[in-house]
């Protein structure tokens, strides 16, 4: 059985001792204590932020010094540059995008009985993901710097799809497997709302790139729809309708997942000499998605 399905078991089929003393309770054990955020999950929560806030007031020559030079990248550089933001205007939209997804996911996670997995993919997300974004943006060098935390949060908004479908699959434990076809889904509708909204501003400033962006956008969508239609044709499989069995948790995370996907990729425009990375914003979506979906519903790993 994958350990996607529903992992609640009927407790009236257990063995009762009787010689258990009454006195003494195991809260590890208890459902209703396990779906609650402990204050470990609170701190870590905070932290983040708090390191942001922390770092944008050193002074701006010591917050340049931990920005990545794509000419003359340093392995320090390469993970201090995604947590420093030189405006304040650029570290609010992160911090806001931050204290929208993250408590969310935690929330879920631990209502899924996931928290294991939630930190092993946060501590993924902020350990090593920074290293593997910045390596693959100096091997297009230009004289720019780049700063900023929103390909980690982009990561996290990637990684969002993964507990709402967890928790819609054990909200229909008569709906097996149902999970891996909801989640291609949710990806390519991300990839095709990403280039809904990037082409009125790339398109028109680079007409080279028509064909392939129209191109992009189409696979993207056309992928949405023919995984959507086979995750409907199985969910009717078991004759009930989709809608029905969406619980509003379920439903404000996928309306969640579609806003910060809008928020994390704007129209590009150069304002005050800075450039919108589009390029590691959807890194950090694709790698956000693609991690966790390789290494749990792949692999199979039991974290």
Same mark, same amino acid.
């Given at each position: 059985?994958?350990?996607?399905?529903?992992?609640?078991?009927?407790?009236?089929?257990?063995?009762?001792?009787?010689?258990?003393?009454?006195?003494?309770?195991?809260?590890?054990?208890?459902?209703?204590?396990?779906?609650?955020?402990?204050?470990?999950?609170?701190?870590?929560?905070?932290?983040?932020?708090?390191?942001? %806030?922390?770092? +944008?007031?050193?002074?701006?020559?010591? $917050?340049?010094?931990?920005?990545?030079?794509?000419?003359?990248?340093?392995?320090?550089?390469?993970?201090?540059?995604?947590?420093?933001?030189?405006?304040?205007?650029?570290?609010?939209?992160?911090?806001?995008?931050?204290?929208?997804?993250?408590?969310?996911?935690?929330?879920?996670?631990?209502?899924?009985?996931?928290?294991?997995?939630?930190?092993?993919?946060?501590?993924?997300?902020?350990?090593?993901?920074?290293?593997?974004?910045?390596?693959?943006?100096?091997?297009?060098?230009?004289?720019?710097?780049?700063?900023?935390?929103?390909? %980690?949060?982009?990561?996290?908004?990637?990684?969002?799809?993964?507990?709402?479908?967890?928790?819609?699959?054990?909200? $229909?434990?008569?709906?097996?497997?149902?999970?891996?076809?909801?989640?291609?889904?949710?990806?390519?509708?991300?990839?095709?709302?990403?280039?809904?909204?990037?082409?009125?501003?790339?398109?028109?400033?680079?007409?080279?790139?028509?064909?392939? +962006?129209?191109?992009?956008?189409?696979?993207?969508?056309?992928?949405?729809?023919?995984?959507?239609?086979?995750?409907?044709?199985?969910?009717?499989?078991?004759? $009930?309708?989709?809608?029905?069995?969406?619980?509003?948790?379920?439903?404000?995370?996928?309306?969640?997942?579609?806003?910060?996907?809008? %928020?994390?990729?704007?129209?590009?425009?150069?304002?005050?000499?800075?450039?919108?990375?589009?390029?590691?914003?959807?890194?950090?979506?694709?790698?956000?998605?693609?991690?966790?979906?390789?290494? +749990? $519903?792949?692999?199979?790993?039991?974290?």
């Amino acid at each position: 059985m994958s350990r996607y399905q529903n992992r609640d078991t009927d407790s009236s089929t257990q063995p009762v001792d009787d010689k258990t003393p009454k006195d003494v309770s195991s809260t590890d054990t208890d459902p209703v204590v396990k779906q609650r955020l402990r204050p470990y999950d609170i701190a870590f929560i905070a932290a983040v932020p708090l390191v942001l %806030i922390g770092v +944008f007031l050193l002074p701006e020559v010591v $917050r340049r010094s931990f920005t990545l030079s794509y000419l003359e990248p340093t392995v320090v550089t390469a993970y201090t540059a995604h947590f420093v933001h030189l405006d304040l205007s650029h570290l609010l939209t992160n911090l806001v995008v931050f204290l929208l997804v993250v408590p969310f996911v935690a929330v879920v996670s631990v209502r899924n009985d996931r928290r294991q997995e939630f930190y092993l993919v946060a501590f993924t997300i902020l350990a090593v993901f920074p290293f593997v974004f910045s390596a693959l943006n100096v091997l297009f060098p230009r004289p720019r710097i780049g700063l900023g935390f929103s390909g %980690i949060n982009l990561a996290f908004v990637g990684y969002l799809p993964h507990v709402i479908v967890t928790r819609f699959e054990l909200e $229909r434990p008569d709906s097996p497997e149902v999970g891996n076809d909801l989640l291609p889904v949710a990806f390519f509708a991300g990839a095709a709302t990403v280039v809904l909204r990037l082409a009125p501003g790339v398109i028109p400033a680079v007409p080279a790139q028509r064909v392939e +962006f129209v191109a992009a956008g189409l696979l993207s969508g056309t992928a949405s729809v023919v995984l959507l239609s086979v995750a409907f044709a199985r969910v009717r499989e078991y004759e $009930r309708r989709l809608a029905d069995a969406v619980s509003p948790l379920v439903g404000f995370g996928g309306l969640l997942f579609v806003l910060l996907v809008v %928020i994390g990729f704007p129209q590009p425009s150069p304002s005050g000499g800075s450039i919108l990375n589009v390029f590691l914003h959807f890194l950090g979506y694709s790698f956000g998605y693609l991690v966790p979906y390789t290494a +749990f $519903r792949v692999v199979g790993i039991d974290a």
